[in-house]
Protein backbone atom coordinates (compact mmCIF):
# COMPACT_ATOMS: atom_id res chain seq x y z
CA UNK A 1 0.00 0.00 0.00
CA UNK A 2 2.85 2.31 0.55
CA UNK A 3 3.97 1.99 -2.98
CA UNK A 4 0.32 3.57 -4.50
CA UNK A 5 1.52 7.25 -4.08
CA UNK A 6 4.64 6.58 -5.69
CA UNK A 7 2.83 5.20 -8.62
CA UNK A 8 0.50 7.43 -8.94
CA UNK A 9 2.85 10.25 -8.86
CA UNK A 10 3.97 8.60 -11.85
CA UNK A 11 1.28 8.03 -13.77
CA UNK A 12 0.12 11.66 -13.22
CA UNK A 13 3.94 12.51 -14.53
CA UNK A 14 3.24 11.05 -17.74
CA UNK A 15 0.01 11.54 -18.10
CA UNK A 16 1.09 15.31 -18.20
CA UNK A 17 3.75 14.55 -20.00
CA UNK A 18 1.68 13.10 -22.67
CA UNK A 19 -0.56 15.97 -22.25
CA UNK A 20 1.71 18.28 -22.89
CA UNK A 21 3.55 16.59 -26.16
CA UNK A 22 -0.11 16.35 -28.08
CA UNK A 23 -0.70 19.75 -26.73
CA UNK A 24 2.50 20.58 -29.10
CA UNK A 25 1.84 18.18 -31.80
CA UNK A 26 -1.30 19.85 -32.14
CA UNK A 27 0.06 23.73 -32.04
CA UNK A 28 2.66 22.29 -34.48
CA UNK A 29 -0.10 20.86 -37.03
CA UNK A 30 -2.14 23.96 -36.28
CA UNK A 31 0.20 26.70 -37.70
CA UNK A 32 2.41 24.70 -40.24
CA UNK A 33 2.84 25.27 -43.98
CA UNK A 34 4.94 24.09 -46.43
CA UNK A 35 8.18 26.26 -46.92
CA UNK A 36 7.80 28.82 -49.30
CA UNK A 37 11.12 28.11 -50.74
CA UNK A 38 9.91 25.05 -51.94
CA UNK A 39 6.27 26.60 -52.63
CA UNK A 40 6.25 30.21 -53.22
CA UNK A 41 2.52 30.02 -54.52
CA UNK A 42 0.29 29.66 -51.28
CA UNK A 43 -3.28 30.01 -50.68
CA UNK A 44 -6.70 28.78 -49.22
CA UNK A 45 -9.89 26.73 -50.18
CA UNK A 46 -13.15 27.98 -48.58
CA UNK A 47 -16.74 26.90 -48.20
CA UNK A 48 -19.72 28.57 -46.56
CA UNK A 49 -18.87 28.77 -42.89
CA UNK A 50 -20.70 30.09 -39.70
CA UNK A 51 -19.11 33.45 -39.01
CA UNK A 52 -16.88 35.60 -41.59
CA UNK A 53 -13.27 35.39 -42.84
CA UNK A 54 -10.79 38.63 -42.64
CA UNK A 55 -9.34 38.22 -45.32
CA UNK A 56 -6.36 40.77 -45.19
CA UNK A 57 -5.71 38.41 -42.39
CA UNK A 58 -6.16 35.75 -44.64
CA UNK A 59 -3.22 37.75 -47.22
CA UNK A 60 -0.73 38.37 -43.93
CA UNK A 61 -0.46 34.66 -43.15
CA UNK A 62 0.61 34.24 -46.42
CA UNK A 63 -2.09 33.38 -49.15
CA UNK A 64 -1.84 34.89 -52.52
CA UNK A 65 -4.86 33.79 -53.35
CA UNK A 66 -8.39 31.80 -52.50
CA UNK A 67 -10.28 29.42 -53.77
CA UNK A 68 -14.17 29.35 -53.23
CA UNK A 69 -16.57 27.16 -53.24
CA UNK A 70 -18.91 28.35 -55.75
CA UNK A 71 -22.09 25.74 -56.04
CA UNK A 72 -22.44 22.00 -54.40
CA UNK A 73 -24.70 19.82 -56.15
CA UNK A 74 -27.73 22.22 -58.08
CA UNK A 75 -27.11 24.25 -54.92
CA UNK A 76 -25.30 27.77 -54.43
CA UNK A 77 -22.99 27.98 -51.75
CA UNK A 78 -24.49 30.95 -49.32
CA UNK A 79 -21.41 32.91 -48.74
CA UNK A 80 -19.99 32.96 -52.49
CA UNK A 81 -20.86 36.26 -53.42
CA UNK A 82 -19.52 38.13 -50.69
CA UNK A 83 -16.35 35.53 -49.73
CA UNK A 84 -15.50 36.29 -53.60
CA UNK A 85 -15.97 40.20 -53.95
CA UNK A 86 -13.81 40.70 -50.35
CA UNK A 87 -11.24 38.09 -51.57
CA UNK A 88 -10.63 40.62 -54.83
CA UNK A 89 -10.50 43.38 -52.16
CA UNK A 90 -8.21 42.26 -50.15
CA UNK A 91 -5.65 41.43 -53.42
CA UNK A 92 -6.05 37.66 -53.58
CA UNK A 93 -6.42 36.32 -56.50
CA UNK A 94 -9.59 34.06 -56.58
CA UNK A 95 -10.85 31.15 -58.15
CA UNK A 96 -14.26 28.90 -57.80
CA UNK A 97 -14.77 25.68 -56.91
CA UNK A 98 -17.72 22.98 -57.64
CA UNK A 99 -18.75 20.45 -55.11
CA UNK A 100 -19.61 17.16 -56.75
CA UNK A 101 -22.34 15.15 -56.80
CA UNK A 102 -22.82 11.32 -57.27
CA UNK A 103 -26.50 11.80 -56.93
CA UNK A 104 -27.25 15.21 -59.66
CA UNK A 105 -26.82 15.33 -63.87
CA UNK A 106 -23.60 16.54 -64.71
CA UNK A 107 -25.79 18.83 -66.96
CA UNK A 108 -27.67 20.35 -63.94
CA UNK A 109 -24.73 20.99 -62.31
CA UNK A 110 -22.80 22.70 -64.86
CA UNK A 111 -25.69 25.04 -65.38
CA UNK A 112 -26.07 25.86 -61.09
CA UNK A 113 -22.41 26.94 -61.54
CA UNK A 114 -22.28 28.59 -64.90
CA UNK A 115 -25.36 30.65 -63.82
CA UNK A 116 -23.31 31.54 -60.17
CA UNK A 117 -20.06 32.25 -60.82
CA UNK A 118 -19.29 35.80 -62.79
CA UNK A 119 -17.18 35.53 -65.86
CA UNK A 120 -13.74 37.24 -65.16
CA UNK A 121 -11.05 37.37 -66.92
CA UNK A 122 -8.37 37.53 -64.17
CA UNK A 123 -10.22 34.73 -61.98
CA UNK A 124 -8.41 31.49 -61.66
CA UNK A 125 -9.04 28.25 -63.10
CA UNK A 126 -12.51 26.74 -62.29
CA UNK A 127 -11.87 23.18 -59.91
CA UNK A 128 -14.26 20.76 -59.60
CA UNK A 129 -14.20 18.65 -56.44
CA UNK A 130 -14.65 15.02 -56.35
CA UNK A 131 -14.93 13.08 -53.28
CA UNK A 132 -18.08 11.27 -51.36
CA UNK A 133 -19.80 13.53 -49.34
CA UNK A 134 -22.89 13.24 -46.93
CA UNK A 135 -26.57 12.85 -48.36
CA UNK A 136 -25.52 11.33 -51.42
CA UNK A 137 -25.15 7.59 -51.27
CA UNK A 138 -25.56 6.58 -54.92
CA UNK A 139 -22.58 4.81 -56.25
CA UNK A 140 -22.89 4.68 -60.03
CA UNK A 141 -20.44 2.62 -62.14
CA UNK A 142 -17.62 4.34 -63.50
CA UNK A 143 -18.26 4.85 -66.86
CA UNK A 144 -21.38 6.59 -66.13
CA UNK A 145 -19.30 8.67 -63.60
CA UNK A 146 -16.90 9.45 -66.15
CA UNK A 147 -19.98 10.22 -68.88
CA UNK A 148 -21.68 12.82 -66.04
CA UNK A 149 -18.14 14.54 -65.40
CA UNK A 150 -17.20 14.98 -69.25
CA UNK A 151 -20.81 16.58 -69.62
CA UNK A 152 -20.13 19.12 -66.93
CA UNK A 153 -16.37 19.75 -68.07
CA UNK A 154 -17.71 20.01 -71.33
CA UNK A 155 -19.94 23.22 -70.35
CA UNK A 156 -18.27 24.48 -67.95
CA UNK A 157 -14.96 24.68 -70.01
CA UNK A 158 -16.62 26.11 -72.81
CA UNK A 159 -18.39 29.01 -70.60
CA UNK A 160 -15.14 30.21 -69.21
CA UNK A 161 -13.02 29.23 -72.21
CA UNK A 162 -10.31 26.94 -70.41
CA UNK A 163 -9.51 23.71 -68.61
CA UNK A 164 -10.63 22.52 -65.01
CA UNK A 165 -8.80 21.59 -62.05
CA UNK A 166 -9.97 18.18 -60.82
CA UNK A 167 -9.44 18.19 -57.33
CA UNK A 168 -9.57 14.82 -56.21
CA UNK A 169 -9.71 12.70 -53.20
CA UNK A 170 -8.01 9.47 -52.81
CA UNK A 171 -11.36 7.57 -52.33
CA UNK A 172 -12.37 9.00 -54.89
CA UNK A 173 -9.64 8.28 -57.26
CA UNK A 174 -9.62 4.54 -56.45
CA UNK A 175 -12.89 4.15 -57.20
CA UNK A 176 -13.39 5.82 -60.30
CA UNK A 177 -9.89 6.84 -61.90
CA UNK A 178 -10.39 10.01 -62.57
CA UNK A 179 -7.14 11.34 -62.99
CA UNK A 180 -6.47 8.49 -65.52
CA UNK A 181 -9.47 9.12 -67.21
CA UNK A 182 -9.05 12.91 -67.73
CA UNK A 183 -5.95 14.83 -68.85
CA UNK A 184 -6.09 17.66 -66.89
CA UNK A 185 -4.23 19.22 -63.97
CA UNK A 186 -4.65 17.60 -60.75
CA UNK A 187 -5.81 19.10 -57.10
CA UNK A 188 -4.11 16.45 -54.59
CA UNK A 189 -5.59 16.10 -51.37
CA UNK A 190 -3.20 14.82 -48.21
CA UNK A 191 -2.33 16.18 -45.07
CA UNK A 192 1.28 17.32 -44.43
CA UNK A 193 2.86 14.89 -46.35
CA UNK A 194 3.02 14.89 -50.19
CA UNK A 195 0.11 13.02 -51.90
CA UNK A 196 1.26 10.36 -54.38
CA UNK A 197 -2.37 8.44 -55.13
CA UNK A 198 -2.97 10.48 -58.93
CA UNK A 199 -2.25 9.18 -62.18
CA UNK A 200 -0.16 11.81 -63.09
CA UNK A 201 1.86 14.52 -61.30
CA UNK A 202 -0.57 16.79 -59.37
CA UNK A 203 -0.28 20.66 -60.09
CA UNK A 204 -1.83 21.77 -56.82
CA UNK A 205 -1.53 20.49 -53.31
CA UNK A 206 -4.10 20.64 -50.12
CA UNK A 207 -1.24 20.47 -47.17
CA UNK A 208 -3.22 20.77 -44.78
CA UNK A 209 -7.14 21.16 -44.20
CA UNK A 210 -6.53 21.96 -40.31
CA UNK A 211 -4.63 25.19 -40.53
CA UNK A 212 -5.58 28.09 -37.90
CA UNK A 213 -4.44 31.96 -39.04
CA UNK A 214 -5.77 35.11 -37.33
CA UNK A 215 -9.18 36.56 -38.88
CA UNK A 216 -10.62 32.77 -39.12
CA UNK A 217 -12.20 31.03 -35.82
CA UNK A 218 -12.29 27.64 -37.60
CA UNK A 219 -9.19 25.47 -39.35
CA UNK A 220 -8.88 26.32 -42.87
CA UNK A 221 -7.84 24.40 -45.65
CA UNK A 222 -4.10 25.66 -46.78
CA UNK A 223 -3.13 24.97 -50.48
CA UNK A 224 0.51 25.01 -52.41
CA UNK A 225 0.93 25.16 -56.21
CA UNK A 226 3.82 22.53 -57.52
CA UNK A 227 6.80 24.90 -58.99
Request: proline residues 7%.
Amino acid sequence: MRRLPGRFGLFIALAATAALFGWAVSLTAHRWRPATDSYPHQGVDVAARDTAIDWDAVRAAGASFAYIRATDGTARDPRFEDYWHAAAAADLRRGATHRWSLCRPGIDQANAFNTTVPRSDDALPVALELDFVEGCADRPPRDAVLREIRRFLDRVETHGDRPVVLQVSRDFDDAYRVTEAFDLPVWALGNFLRPGYPARPWRMWRASDMRRIDGVDDPINWDVVAT
